[in-house]
């Protein structure tokens, strides 16, 4: 007899969160209120594989604007693994992406894997941990994003993310996240988001028109947080790497971003931090 295959149905907002547990489960650190922002980018683009009413593997497929996808959160639950169920949810992303350039952040490890199935790598993220001793004087130009600059906020955005993402940073701007904008004379310089995690606090995004600019933000998102910071830095990010080692921060987990398509054009010079490794 042939295995029976699974069903393949968009996840609910209760089944994205169970998804996001099994990240924790992975080591993965996933934030604490990561579920209802990932819903928001796009309700449809969360993926599970189900046997017998049980979900078996899982997948995020986001879809943004028209031409750009992000693939995160492949997850096969560790009981059901060795039984094809992963690479039918992987399928299913893929198909419903299909047509677009797709992101997605590849370990080490994967990355063959990856390039067979056409992804290129685009350049190398380190993760940087650790408690930081603030080396940047904070700011008055560096405020709390309220409801009234998140328009504002989104359009900077663009500069520096393939694609509009306003449902999903309505969302992502908002506590318990610390959201934080720096004012220049032309408008908004940078902005980033701290989220806390199951152990400390992430740094995602953190955009910003210049190094300086993106260290006194970090500096002031540190201090909020008052703990351990992770932020996923790309290698194209100057001298930046510098500053954190002097904060007391130390590189460790590392990916590639990949794409398979053209790869976005963004200005990546500014991008100090990326969002998630499980949607970009």
Not at 6 to 24: G, H, K, M, N, S
Not at 215 to 243: K, M, N, Q, R, Y
Not at 261 to 275: E, H, K, Q, R, W
């Amino acid at each position: 007899m042939m295995p029976q295959a699974p069903t393949i149905r968009p996840l609910t907002l209760a089944e994205i969160e169970t998804l996001v547990d099994w990240a924790a489960g992975e080591g993965w650190n996933p934030g604490l209120a990561d579920a209802a922002a990932f819903h928001a980018a796009d309700s449809g683009g969360f993926l599970g594989a189900f046997m017998d009413g049980e979900m078996v593997a899982g997948i995020s497929a986001v879809a943004y604007g028209e031409t750009f996808g992000f693939i995160g959160l492949y997850i096969c639950r560790p009981d059901r693994r060795g039984r094809g169920h992963g690479k039918a949810v992987w399928d299913a992303g893929m198909a419903r992406l299909a047509g677009r350039t797709i992101g997605l952040d590849g370990v080490p490890a994967q990355q063959a894997n990856y390039r067979s199935m056409g992804f290129v790598p685009a350049y190398r993220t380190i993760r940087y941990s650790g408690r930081f001793a603030p080396a940047a004087a904070s700011s008055g130009a560096v405020r709390p994003v309220t409801s009234d600059f998140v328009e504002a906020v989104a359009a900077f955005d663009g500069g520096f993310f393939p694609a509009p993402r306003r449902a999903f940073l309505k969302q992502w701007l908002r506590p318990p996240h610390v959201a934080l904008v720096a004012m220049g004379q032309d408008g908004i310089a940078g902005y980033g988001v701290a989220r806390p995690c199951r152990e400390g606090f992430k740094i995602g995004p953190l955009f910003a028109r210049d190094g300086g600019t993106a260290e006194v933000l970090l500096s002031a998102l540190a201090g909020v947080c008052g703990g351990p910071v992770h932020i996923d830095v790309p290698e194209t990010a100057g001298s930046f790497p510098a500053f954190l080692a002097a904060a007391g921060l130390s590189p460790g987990f590392e990916t590639a971003r990949m794409y398979r398509g053209a790869a976005p054009a963004i200005d990546l010079g500014g991008v100090f931090g990326i969002t998630t490794l499980e949607l970009g």
